[in-house]
């Protein structure tokens, strides 16, 4: 039970970065490695304002709005001067350790017995656990609420437009450029604010906390697709959450059956190329099957 609660509670912290990556990933259908630098910019932000009595809230919001601030970076850098997108995101990536180090002033910062985005839900009684459910799974449902609203507009319409054929709906007069960069403003802005409640949740930011970020986005993505394969656009934001959740609880099994935590990053890489070639597995078998039932 306390497996499935651990699982539950990251998983819903994790799916906000899961659905940051399946934007760009699926949407612009264009991988961003920015995200292992905005996760800890956004954790990074709320740490330090958190820990110097600022207002968690106002904290976690500004975290966001840093993480916004990296996928305009890798936006500019992308669109504007036609460096490609994955060496783009390095850029970004890399300068993001520097500016960490500027916020925080160390390489980690402690929120030990400082209140955080949970602690009114503790005061009225719940455990910490279940208070890191109860409003991570607030957050979830209203974050996708209003990505399914924005992307049923005519400017959300855009963006997958752009990501489907880009040249086709810049001959209709789209400002494709513009398009690129708002999604991965609001991609990076999710992978922040998932940062600062992973911060907050686990007590501390550190510079490296960010490492294998986009190793757990893809896997997440992946699992959602593979288990679920559904196609409405707010089928699939259920689906990242559940595939967020129950790679967590994978994460969590394997260590508690005695993985070592050394071979951790190992077993992600596996997990991830393992699922990728789910897809292909799956149609090979299925042919398989139609030419033994023919030849039956």
Known sequence: MLILQGALSLGLLWSLMTIGVF??????????????????LGASMAASMIAADGDPMIATLAAAGVGCLGGLVTGILHTKFKIPPILAGIL????????????LGTSNVSLLRIRTIFSPLV????????????????????IGILLFWFFSTELGSAIRATGNNRQMVKAQG???DGMIILCLMISNGLVGLSGALIAQ????????MGAGTIVIGLASVIIAEVLFR???????????????????LIIALVLEMGMAPTDLRLFQAITVAVALTLPIIRERLGKLTKRIGKGA
């Open 23 to 40: 934007l760009t990933y699926r949407i612009l259908e264009m991988p961003d490695l920015s995200v292992e630098g905005t996760i800890i």
């Open 92 to 103: 970004t990536m890399i300068g993001s350790y520097s500016v960490v180090i500027r916020i």
């Open 123 to 142: 005061d009225i009684g719940l455990t910490n656990r279940n208070a890191v459910i109860a409003f991570g799974g607030a957050v979830v449902l209203g």
């Open 174 to 176: 789209v400002n494709t």
């Open 201 to 208: 949740d686990q007590g501390f930011a550190s510079v490296d």
């Open 230 to 248: 559904v196609r409405s656009f707010w089928g699939r934001l259920i689906s990242l959450v559940a595939g967020a959740i129950i790679y967590r």
